[in-house]
């Protein structure tokens, strides 16, 4: 059977930003009554394709026809009313408006110009209640979970009679339940004939839903493929261009450690955050902290770069006794912390990729003594190369990089301050493998020539891949302290979890 | 799934209804407690006049807090309104005493006149993406500045029919009477009130406060709502100057000098976030009620100096701000 003719096709489609070039030549075409994936690293232009699509960028080439038309967008409200609805990564919604007029604000039902709003409420429950989802929705936004935000906002995009849906990043923030209920809501309307764009980075989620993908790299096309006929391996290998071989060399459990304690905490513990602990990091020791969101990994890692005080136990560092009462004494013993939250803690967004690296190094130096230029750019073009930044422009502002290469220059912050003892919380949340790759492996480096580092994550297995020992939490309590021998698995770790450590 | 979002969503259902109007009752309660103390200790203040009088004497300041709602919704801000009032004074006077023009047409001139200088205070803000903050002051010194090329001294209005309309008393029952400002202030209050809740305009400037964002990717018209708002404001400010001209019967450049302060100081008192999103315009109302009533207050109490009108105004912006935080910390 041949395939009906697509509904939206993007031809050779450039976008240039300053001094970046996003998108070069890329074709997209969509069919309706299918999920068609869109794959790529972070950065390789997904989301400014999606915003191209969307009319929020105007394209510098190449052309958009939308059932045979040609289109040239200019806004989100003129690709709406084309039949282009787009539900965001982030919810774009407006939290202090009701969950009614979430759905229906633009075009809410009127009589003589006045809105009615009984209706409107009337519409929005049982348009909701299509969804499986029943809730008050006279309620503000704002008093309701991410997921049910994100069915509001699906709900929307498809009320307004779309024809092509555009879903970026829907799942990233859900549990399995509410994804499994996302897919089949996704299902349902592509029986209804809609052309569904995915982007996700689950792989198992793109391989159960989607029926046809299309791989960017560094803002080019890769291809198009049907998912069935494509193996998983092959996917990732086309988008990062390179073989796996980069994450298996990793697979070795790292040797034992049998040096001298760097970091000795006993009984440290601050009340209300975390109870009372102890843990020894030696040096060129990768220690991983394993526990549910919320179980005390980023409070034990606060505690020790002194961004929070400890109520109780002692902390010694080279065997000297020592108080962290600031970071920056914990800075000058030669801790570094790299946060959970990169936006919001981390990376000044306005500011370019050099003067983001040196800030921390500039800090430790005192603002009257500033960095030669000449330094900055030698350590700059230093650590771009060895983290592999993209792209390698240190006048870029930080805001136009992608999450994974924000991440990069994060790291890069504070390992040009040499320290001995790294913290990092979740530093591989939110990006894509490849980069996930490279973080990994500088990781091991970064340990196999001495540096003690603290590891953070919510993935187990990334945990054990690195970590010559790991700490279990639960409920903010250190539980559990196990070596990464071989009878080490995240079955294990999640017993351990899961039990608290009595067994 | 949905069950358990269902329970969760009943038990957050109480707290909710009461921080989204927590700000309101309270400026209710507190404009309650004030008139039942003045009544408890000045002879004659428990009377409906009395209330009436405050809508006379601030039916202006309601119709240009009335406008400055609708900009501090949408989490901007219009420092001109005060030189706007003075401005339109100034113009009126001088057409109907100096050029002998009719009050028929001045009016709509200068209802022209303010909404056309909000309609391009609009404009700059959003098409040059330039502070609501700058783009007004400047604004405001452009008005106040225009009022004296009109002229330095103040020109009083001696127009027959404007006079009359001007002293012009509607009985009330119960031997109460107001003045056709008040009539005019309550129409536009109403008038607002009833946009905001009933019309896209009206969501669109919360949708904008929530998120100007977000309100542009779901494809609400931003732009025009974002204009329209100081439109409005630079509309009610004039308007609000004509009602000045009728309270006063004269026009001067130095009228309601610092009046921009006073309207956003209601705003806020009634419970509007200067974030923009959350608010409603009964907050306004009440929120000029207590300005005024201060005021009688301090009259009343007549051993008092002006001044310590101020100073309540002062301690009541505290109060109110910290009880606006508190609520956004417990809804966060």
């Known amino acids: ?503 | 799934m949905s069950s358990d979002i269902l329970t969760s969503a009943r038990l957050r259902l109480p707290g909710r209804l009461r921080s989204a109007y927590i700000p309101v009752l309270a400026t209710a309660g507190l404009l309650a407690a004030m008139f039942v103390a003045g009544g408890v200790r000045y002879e004659g203040f428990a009377s409906g006049q009395v209330v009436l009088n405050v809508f006379i004497d601030n039916a202006f300041l309601l119709v240009v807090a009335v406008g400055m709602t609708f900009v501090i919704l949408t989490g901007g801000i219009d420092l001109s309104v005060g030189a706007v009032v003075a401005l339109s004074t100034m113009v009126s006077a001088s057409l109907m005493t100096d050029h002998g023009w009719p009050p028929l047409l001045v009016v709509p001139l200068v209802l022209l006149i303010g909404s056309v200088l909000g309609l391009a205070m609009g404009c700059i803000i959003h098409y040059f993406e330039i502070q609501p903050f700058i783009v007004t002051l400047a604004g405001m010194f452009l008005a106040r500045g225009l009022c004296y090329v009109i002229g330095t001294e103040s020109i009083s209005i001696t127009d027959p029919d404007y006079t009359a309309v001007a002293q012009a008393r509607i009985a009330l029952p119960g031997e109460m009477s107001v003045s056709v400002s008040v009539l005019i202030a309550v129409a536009v209050a109403g008038a607002a009130a009833y946009v905001l809740h009933y019309t896209r305009l009206g969501r669109n400037v919360y949708a904008i406060g929530g998120s100007e964002q977000s309100a542009l990717l779901m494809g609400l018209p931003v732009a025009r709502t974002k204009i329209a708002v100081y439109t409005i404001s630079g509309f009610c400010s004039a308007l609000g100057g004509v009602l000045f001209s009728l309270y006063t019967l004269s026009g001067y450049g130095l009228n309601a000098l610092g009046m921009e302060l006073d309207a956003i100081a209601a705003v806020v008192i009634g419970g509007t976030l200067l974030t923009g999103g959350s608010g409603y315009l009964a907050g306004t109302v009440l929120g000029v009620l207590v300005l005024g009533l201060i005021q009688t207050i301090i009259s009343f109490e007549g051993t008092l100096s002006s001044w310590w009108t101020k100073i309540f105004i002062g301690l009541l912006l505290f109060a109110f701000i910290l009880l606006q935080r508190l609520i956004s910390a417990r809804r966060a």
């Open chain 1, 1 to 503: 059977m041949a395939p009906p003719a697509p509904i939206l096709q993007m031809s050779g489609i450039c976008k240039e930003f300053p001094g970046v070039k996003a998108l070069s030549g890329v074709d997209f075409r969509l069919l309706p009554g299918e999920v068609h994936a869109l794959m790529g690293e972070n950065g390789a232009g997904k989301s400014t394709l999606i915003k191209v699509l969307t009319g929020v960028y105007a394209i510098d080439g190449g052309r958009i026809t939308l059932e045979g038309e040609d289109v040239a967008f200019t806004g989100p409200l003129q690709s709406q009313q084309a039949g282009i609805s787009t539900v965001y990564q982030e919810v774009n919604l407006c939290a202090n408006l009701s969950v009614a007029e979430n759905i229906f604000i633009g075009r809410e039902p009127r009589r003589l110009g006045r809105i009615q709003w009984k209706r409107m409420r009337r519409r929005a429950t049982e348009l909701l209640a299509g969804l499986d989802l029943d809730i008050d929705v006279s309620a503000p936004l704002s008093s309701y979970s991410l997921a049910v935000q994100q069915m509001v906002a699906i709900a929307r995009a498809v009320d307004i009679s779309a024809r092509v849906l555009i879903l970026d990043e829907p799942t990233s923030s859900l549990d399995s339940g509410e994804v499994e209920q996302l897919f089949r809501v996704m299902r349902r309307l592509k029986a209804e004939g809609i052309a569904i764009l995915f982007v996700s980075h689950f792989l198992d989620q793109i391989y159960e839903i989607s029926d046809r993908m299309t791989i960017l790299r560094n803002g080019s096309l890769v291809g198009e493929y049907l998912t069935s006929e494509l193996g998983q391996v092959e996917l990732v290998g086309k988008m990062i261009g390179r073989e796996l071989a980069d994450l298996e060399k990793l697979e070795d459990r790292p040797p034992a450690r049998t040096s001298e304690p760097l970091v000795e905490a006993e009984a440290l513990g601050r009340g209300g955050a975390i109870e009372p602990f102890t843990l020894t990091v030696h040096k060129g020791e990768v220690v991983g902290l394993a526990g549910l969101l919320g179980s005390g990994r980023t409070e034990i890692a606060r505690l020790l770069f002194g961004a929070d005080h400890a109520s109780t136990g002692a902390l010694r560092i080279d065997g000297e006794p020592v108080t962290l009462r600031t970071p920056r004494l914990a800075m000058n013993r030669g801790i570094a912390f790299c946060s959970e939250n990169r936006r919001a803690e981390g990376l000044v967004p306005d500011l370019t990729v050099r003067e983001n690296i040196v800030l921390a190094l500039q800090a430790m130096r005192g603002w009257s003594r500033p960095i030669p230029r000449r330094t900055q750019d030698e350590l700059v073009d230093k650590y771009v190369a060895a983290l592999n930044i993209r792209p390698a422009d240190p006048d870029q502002l930080v805001r136009n990089l992608s999450g994974g290469n924000q991440q990069k220059v994060l790291l890069a912050r504070w390992l040009i301050l040499e320290p001995r003892l790294l913290i990092l919380d979740e530093p591989t949340r939110g990006i894509d493998v490849g980069a996930k790759a490279e973080i990994q492996r500088l990781v091991a480096e970064l340990s196999d020539g001495g540096m003690a580092v603290l590891f953070v994550s919510a993935e187990l297995e990334e945990v054990l891949r690195l970590s010559h020992k790991v700490a279990v939490l639960r409920d903010r309590r250190l539980v559990a302290e196990l070596p990464n021998d071989d009878g080490l698995t995240t079955g294990v770790i999640m017993e351990t979890i899961a039990s608290g450590g009595r067994s």
